[in-house]
């Protein structure tokens, strides 16, 4: 097990990964989950329960087997998406990555950098093997990233989601600590 009880701040050019400030975040946040975009690409659907959410977002910085952060756009100090690294598996001693871009965030390389920032927090603080995702195959951009970051399509699910009436692909990822570390050599 990996103990991700400790909540850094990731300090980059453009967005400051830190804990959750609930009172502070919440109406960002609540504007993240209910964009349509965000919907899409992440397979949800339009229906939450606010209270719900907000207990979710009170216990994020309690958490010690996983670690969520906000990411903050040091233009305008404002929550704009998070990250996440969750799900540990003891067989191939790697954890998931997500991440999520509200509106406000979004064509400024923000994502980028806020997933690079933290690829590399979670493998210079920890020991993992791997980092992996899901990616849904109408998110070309999400891929492109990935991809640029050292992340290889290890297997697809096929027709994961119905969105509109139509099928969509996941794509799983990894991204292993050699493929990381070559990239931390350039």
Known sequence: MIDLSRKPNLYGKKVTLRPFHLEEDYPSIVKCLKNPVVLKLTGSDESFDEGKVKEWYQTRNDQTDRLDLAVIDNETDT??????????????????????????????????????????????????????????????????????????????????????????????MTLTRSVWKQSQKI
């Open 79 to 172: 929550l704009v998406g998070e990250v996440v690294l969750n799900l540990y598996e003891e067989d191939t001693h790697s954890m998931n990555f997500r991440i999520l871009i509200g509106p406000d965030g979004r064509d400024r390389g923000l994502g980028t950098e806020a997933t690079k920032l933290f690829l590399d927090h979670a493998f210079k603080e920890t020991d993992l093997d791997a980092v992996t995702l899901s990616v849904f195959a109408f998110n070309p951009r999400a891929r492109h990233v990935y991809e640029s970051l050292g992340f290889t399509v290890t297997s697809i699910d096929k027709e994961d989601l119905e969105h509109e009436g139509e099928w969509i692909d996941s794509l799983n």
